[in-house]
């Protein structure tokens, strides 16, 4: 498929070239550029990928030709970051229907099996993360939903829960996407006050979540485009503009007294620790996560417990050689979401095994990434329908935990012997408070009481804009052999494998420490 125009532009030609992978742009355009000042031999060395193209409009009455378009500032980068760019050529009267046709026929085809003008709802958070949600959406991402010809309905989230009732409440056949411009706070309310609808599963389904990167987090935006590209506000306008619907799994959290949706993950440990007990240095960034963490492995912190665990599969060698698994479990059903365990004043099934005594993380997640830095789960999927669960027992060394935290950065924790990890459906866990100390459950980053509760999946239930059909992981991780080689057992091997741990580890410690007084230096300048 090859569609041509040609234009004079004053004195000088241009012509325009797509051919369904990109538009090639050649000849004298006038150029608006939002964020750099490239020259028009640059813009234009390669043709504009078919994703990167955004509108193509002709004015018929004032004969001006506008080309929208996000350029790469390095075009051989996949991740370079993105420029946008409006291309404008005026058109003679005798060009004018041939140059319409062009771009009716374009547009058909950038936006082939997604809504073109999307009617969009924003959401943004202006209290969420360091406080510059409103600056982002308005300088980063508005340009781009505006060159999209998307319809934006804006609004500011005023109060914890506010965005529940806005989602209880949304006509859902007025929005083609629901987006957010914050952390993943105001994602896991908007899924909750869908959830409470009596038409809980249409509403959910109808109106995809787009995500744009606005708190300290991110942890959704991360898993889907990476931990660079998951906090660009334009790659992320980008894929709300031009993503197809990914269905991805909910989880229900049921207490004695209440019950919601959640769609990230449940700690209890050291995890839910580093999650809570260190929100009075959320100015850190997702930093603090990680000083939470080597706070708690240094004091050889444990908790108590007792849980029930529906597994499915408890093969490490299994669940990575399946990865990325191929299954994806639709969504049945319609109306309210029901559960299908027994209530919590009942016995779990005789098949779910039983995990006693002391721990340092029971970690289940939907995501493979909890922040920047922390790929926990490099084998959750989307909508497999099962949880990634991450187990590890007190038993275990200090020095076996601190190889974790060094290799959690990679995802490469999963191969330690400290590791269990297993495939879940369900569980159902209840944390035990050791004399004068103090514990802590999170879910989805939140704080959540410190008593009996359970969690099962939902399959499918979610809906959000993406470019890729799974996370990020399924592109960028792959597991490490198998079958792990027979290690030797001699004194001087076991002690040069200490040696390699503690040096990896302390120098993952050391650019933490370095980037935090970077950060503040940073600031310090600023002001």
Request: with cysteine; net charge neutral; charged share 20%.
């Amino acid at each position: 498929m090859i569609h041509n125009l040609k234009l004079s532009n004053g004195p000088n030609s241009v012509e325009l070239t797509y051919d369904g992978l990109g538009l090639r742009v050649e000849g004298s355009f006038d150029v608006e550029q939002k964020s750099s000042r490239r020259t028009l031999s640059d813009l234009t060395i390669v043709p504009i990928a078919k994703v990167n193209v955004l509108s193509l409009v002709f004015d018929n009455s004032t004969h001006l030709l506008r080309i929208h378009a996000l350029i790469p500032r390095q075009h051989a980068l996949p991740d370079s970051p993105l420029d946008l760019c409006i291309f404008r050529c005026s058109v003679e009267q005798s060009k004018a229907a041939e140059t319409q046709a062009f771009c009716s026929a374009v547009m058909a085809h950038i936006y082939e099996g997604i809504t073109a003008g999307r009617r969009l709802k924003v959401l943004v958070n202006p209290f969420s993360g360091q406080g510059h949600a409103k600056k982002i959406f308005k300088e980063k991402v508005s340009p781009v939903f505006e060159s999209a010809q998307c319809n934006i309905d804006y609004q500011e989230t005023e109060y914890q829960g506010h965005a529940i009732e806005i989602a209880k409440e949304l006509d859902v056949d007025a929005y083609d996407a629901i987006v957010t411009v914050s952390g993943d706070g105001i994602i896991h309310e908007i899924i909750n006050g869908f959830s409470q609808r009596p038409d809980a599963r249409t509403a959910l389904k109808k109106v995809p979540l787009g995500v744009i990167p606005g708190g300290t987090g991110n942890a959704l935006s991360i898993c889907m485009l990476g931990e660079k590209l998951g906090f660009d506000p334009i790659h992320t306008a980008r894929q709300v503009v031009k993503g197809k619907n990914m269905a991805f799994d909910l989880c229900s959290v049921t207490y004695d007294d209440h019950r919601y949706m959640s769609f990230l993950s449940h700690n209890y440990g050291i995890t839910s620790y580093a999650d809570l007990a260190t929100e009075s240095m959320r100015w850190m960034g997702d930093t603090r996560t990680i000083v939470g963490l080597l706070q708690q492995i240094f004091t050889g912190a444990s908790y108590q417990m007792e849980a029930a665990v529906q597994i499915v599969e408890t093969s490490k060698d299994k669940i990575k050689s399946s990865f990325p698994s191929e299954v994806q479990v639709p969504a049945t059903g319609s109306g309210p979401i029901q559960d299908t365990i027994p209530d919590l004043s009942q016995p779990v099934p005789d098949d779910w095994t039983v995990i006693k005594g002391d721990v340092s993380f029971f970690l289940t997640s939907k995501t493979p990434w909890l922040a920047r830095g922390m790929l926990s789960h490099p084998c959750a999927e989307p909508n497999d329908g099962l949880l990634d669960l991450f187990l590890v027992r007190s038993n275990h060394s200090l020095f076996s935990k601190l190889d974790l935290f060094g290799k959690v950065e990679t995802g490469h924790q999963i191969d330690s012997d400290a590791v269990e990890y297993y495939k879940v459906k369900a569980f159902r866990l209840t944390p035990i408070a050791k004399p004068g100390k103090k514990v802590y459950v999170a879910i989805d980053g939140e704080h959540a009481p410190a008593k009996t509760f359970q969690v099962e999946v939902h399959p499918g239930l979610g809906s959000v804009l993406s470019l890729y059909p799974n996370y990020a992981n399924a592109r960028t991780w792959r597991p490490s052999g198998v079958t792990a080689a027979r290690q030797s057992s001699s004194f001087k091997s076991k002690l040069s494998a200490m040696h390699n741990k503690l040096r990896s580890t302390c120098a993952y410690i050391l650019s933490l420490i370095r980037n935090y007084f970077r950060n503040i230096f940073r600031r310090t300048a600023a002001r």
